[in-house]
């Protein structure tokens, strides 16, 4: 700043004789003739200041390309959709569908109703194993699930409705089983077929049925033999798929049917 | 009557009603037709200045004020003080950027940017009254130089300088005079720059 003192400060009044405020707009107005022919020099400094720019950039950028041809898209302010959506990223639905799962699972509600699916999972599959007798439980509840195939009128809504009951098996594990296959390991190898069958009533035919239980084999953790046995017998390409399933209508009316 | 082909004042008034009408309902050409009538004006101003890149800058700026020309209201004059307001603070970004960045530049990269596209000749004539000028703007205080671009090159009217550089009327006169005086001083002292003999 020092520098500048010499022409800001110390020489004020002298600006002034040189240049007064009408003096400056002829200079600025380049009006000056002859008037201060010592102002010559400075009237061509202003001169080549007015003519300097002349050129327009020699590069457009995309961004006013765009604009130039399409115009600003009809939000307020925003560029056209081509150029507003490169750095607007979505967030992928499954990312989302799990933040909102781990959300709910966080609650008070959510931990309820995961741990309540557990038990009746557990319940469930000891049941089936015939480890634990539940009253008011088919002996072979996995398998009329597995029936639902046949049946092509059933929706996946009428396959809870089915089984409504809060301590089914049938239902809950149904419905966790999403979470229990990223979660905790099954108990046995049954519950976990029942919920892949109940995935498999949403109308698939009989071959997507059976690869799906195939998935789930795969997916399944070490069974102990029992339930790895009622497992396969749910599987419609062990025991030759629908004509399996029929073997087991008998029981579908009592445990699902309303 | 008036001499065929003459634009007088109200024309340009009109013209540029008729310009943001249309750019304000997003009309590509009439953005295209801005970007023509002021962009020489601000890349002059930010080259003055001294910006490394005027170019990308120019671009900045028009793409600001694009931004945000659907809620512009005002005329002609209104509108060069908001975009010259708009440049100058990109320019003081740029500055801030370049300082974080302590990067050097070649001379002549800016000569070479300058040099692309155009006719070669005009080009060469014209950056050598560019340095001349600049070289001279250069002997100025940041104020004097602000006030004396803001005046000559965006052609704002003091009270607009004051308020975009939110000094008092009075202040940016002052500015304005001993920026010139300065100027003056230098060339009678004999400037070692070159003299624009040819532009």
Same mark, same amino acid.
């Given at each position: ?258 | ?133 600049? +070289? $001279? ?9 602000? *006030?004396? =671009?803001? !005046?000559? @090159? ?24 001993? +920026? $010139? ?9 004999? *400037?070692? =720059?070159? !003299?624009? @003999?040819?532009?």
């Amino acid at each position: 700043m020092a520098t500048y003192r010499h022409y800001d400060e110390l020489d004020g009044h002298l600006t002034d004789e040189l240049l007064d405020d009408r003096i400056v707009e002829q200079l600025l107005a380049g009006r000056l003739s002859g008037e201060r022919p010592d102002l010559q020099e400075l009237s061509v400094f202003v001169t080549a200041l007015h003519s300097m720019p002349t050129t327009l950039p020699t590069v457009v950028r995309p961004e006013l390309a765009a604009i130039f041809e399409t115009g600003l898209a009809p939000g307020n302010g925003e560029l056209s959709p081509v150029v507003a959506d490169q750095p607007i990223r979505q967030t992928p639905r499954s990312r989302r569908m799990l933040k909102a799962l781990s959300a709910f699972v966080a609650t008070l509600a959510g931990k309820a109703v995961l741990g309540t699916a557990t038990v009746a999972v557990g319940v469930g599959g000891a049941h089936a194993a015939g480890v634990v007798d539940v009253p008011g439980l088919p002996d072979r509840a996995p398998a009329t699930v597995v029936d639902a195939p046949a049946d092509d009128t059933d929706t996946p809504e009428q396959g809870d409705d089915r089984s409504g009951r809060p301590a089914d098996p049938g239902v809950d594990g149904g419905s966790v089983s999403e979470r229990s296959t990223s979660g905790e390991p099954q108990e046995d190898g049954k519950a976990f077929g029942t919920s892949v069958a109940e995935e498999a009533t949403d109308g698939t035919p009989a071959e997507d049925v059976a690869n799906q239980g195939d998935a789930a084999q795969d997916q399944q953790p070490d069974t102990p033999a029992p339930g790895a046995d009622i497992a396969d017998q749910h599987r419609p390409d062990t025991a030759g798929g629908a004509d399996a399933a029929d073997d087991h209508r008998p029981d579908d009316p009592p445990v699902g049917r309303p | 009557m008036r001499e065929q082909g003459s634009v007088t004042p109200q024309d340009e008034g009109h013209f540029f009603a008729a310009m943001l009408a249309a750019a304000q309902t997003s009309s590509g050409w009439a953005f295209e037709q801005v970007f023509r009538t002021y962009a020489p004006r601000v890349r002059g101003y930010v080259r003055a200045h001294g910006a490394v890149e005027p170019d990308e800058l120019t671009n900045d700026v028009f793409v600001a004020v694009f931004r945000s020309l659907p809620k512009f209201h005002g005329d002609e004059a209104a509108f060069r003080s908001w975009l010259f307001t708009i440049a100058r603070n990109r320019l003081v970004d740029e500055r801030r950027r370049r300082a974080r960045r302590v990067e050097t530049v070649p001379e002549d990269i800016t000569d070479s940017i300058e040099m692309s596209g155009g006719d070669v000749e005009t080009e060469a004539l014209a950056n050598l009254g560019g340095e001349w000028v600049t +070289g $001279l703007l250069g002997q100025l205080t940041p104020d004097q130089r602000d *006030v004396l =671009l803001l !005046r000559i @090159v965006a052609d704002l009217t003091i009270d607009q300088i004051a308020e975009l550089l939110a000094k008092s009327p009075g202040a940016v006169k002052a500015l304005q005079r001993r +920026g $010139l005086v300065a100027v003056k001083r230098v060339l009678d002292q004999g *400037v070692p =720059l070159e !003299r624009p @003999v040819d532009v």
